[in-house]
């Protein structure tokens, strides 16, 4: 439970509250595309169609998703696609080009990442203002955190110098554990006032939610898990 129940939720929250938001599945294994209900085989066109079909921006979004909520949805189609892109010039500026042309369609736009550091995720490095980095609250957690700023350093240096760290979100908190305090107390002393006040505990229902194509507001609203990505949309939206 991470960047993609986060990106799912926030996404979902953030055009209930009113935005108009695009989610960007740039991840080859589509969990966000099937956590909204998409039924991925089912799928004419996806985001491979977009950045190395030629197509059309419009034939490939899923309008309305949720209210307010479209999705460029993702496939396997994409797995073998960073091969592909080796020999294009300016294969990292691909996603940012498309995005570039339709963002002002969007108040908010949030790209659902693979979670390796390859193509695809430079992509979306490219095309980011900023950077939300969730955090599980377990021992392996933090051993891939020193690469990942490094990624972040360079990609700043050499393809996008506006390129920022939104927010650190800590999530699969199990607050009788003496190991997920830790991970919180490691989290805030290095990145201080970039942690969301936010933070994600274990939860069923936020489990449960993706295998019914449901963002966990939808499928239970009541739970803590939709009352505190809730509290995140807004965190973001910068409302007290």
Request: proline share 3%.
């Amino acid at each position: 439970m991470g960047k993609t129940t986060t990106a799912v939720n926030l996404s979902a929250w953030l055009a209930i509250l009113g935005n108009k938001v695009l989610l960007v599945d740039i991840d080859p294994q589509g969990n966000a595309t099937s956590g909204l209900g998409i039924n991925k085989d089912a799928l004419e066109k996806c985001i491979y169609d977009l950045i190395l079909g030629g197509c059309n921006f419009n034939d490939v979004i899923v309008s309305n998703v949720i209210d307010g909520l479209d999705l460029i949805p993702s496939s396997i189609e994409l797995a073998g696609s960073e091969i592909e892109m080796v020999g294009i010039e300016g294969r990292e500026n691909l996603l940012k080009n498309i995005l570039r042309k339709n963002s002002d369609r969007y108040q908010y736009i949030i790209i659902d990442c693979p979670p390796s550091l390859g193509l695809l995720t430079i992509n979306a490095l490219v095309a980011a203002n900023s950077v939300m980095v969730p955090i599980q609250c377990e021992y392996y957690a933090l051993e891939g955190l020193g690469q990942l700023m490094n990624t972040l350093r360079l990609v700043q240096q050499r393809m996008n110098q506006q390129l920022e760290i939104e927010g650190v979100l800590l999530t699969m908190f199990d607050g009788r554990t003496n190991l997920s305090i830790q991970v919180v107390d490691e989290v805030k002393k290095y990145f201080k006032n970039k942690v969301y006040s936010s933070i994600i505990p274990r939860n069923v229902r936020l489990s449960e939610a993706p295998s019914h194509g449901k963002p966990v507001m939808i499928y239970d609203k009541r739970s803590r898990g939709a009352e505190l990505y809730h509290e995140l949309a807004q965190e973001v939206m910068g409302i007290e």
